[in-house]
């Protein structure tokens, strides 16, 4: 069973700049293509990034493409997410997700993602 855990999170200004890690154990990462979610107070998780097993394909959401960058180093078991310029609309509880098997196209829909970690909170205030 894979365990992800999820850490970097905290409170920043806006136009300030975060990096969330998302650790695997149990399980090799290498073979898991890895999702970054979202969550807003009140609004449905939504997809922002995603990153192919071997970190050669990268999908962002419109939202925060220019902004935020996804990384992985496989033999750290390690996925990073950094976050730069961020928005008070970037708020929110920050999850990260794995697969095996998902096309690149679907790579930002929740329902593809068979692990997940339990969240870092973002706040970005004002």
């Known amino acids: 069973q894979l365990q992800l855990v999820e850490s970097g999170g905290g409170l920043v200004q806006s136009g300030g700049s975060l990096r969330l890690s998302c650790v695997g154990s149990g399980r090799s990462l290498r073979v898991y293509r890895v999702g970054w979610f979202r969550q807003a107070p009140g609004k449905e998780r939504e997809g922002i990034s995603f990153i192919s097993s071997a970190g050669g394909r990268q999908i962002y959401a419109d939202s925060v493409k220019g902004r935020f960058t996804v990384s992985r180093d496989n033999s750290k078991n390690t996925v990073w997410l950094q976050m730069n310029s961020l928005k008070p609309e970037d708020t929110g509880i920050y999850y990260c997700?794995?697969?095996?098997?998902?096309?690149?196209?679907?790579?930002?829909?929740?329902?593809?993602?068979?692990?997940w970690g339990q969240g870092t909170q973002v706040t970005v205030s004002s």
């Open positions: 997700a794995a697969v095996v098997n998902i096309e690149d196209t679907k790579g930002l829909e929740v329902s593809g993602y068979d692990y």
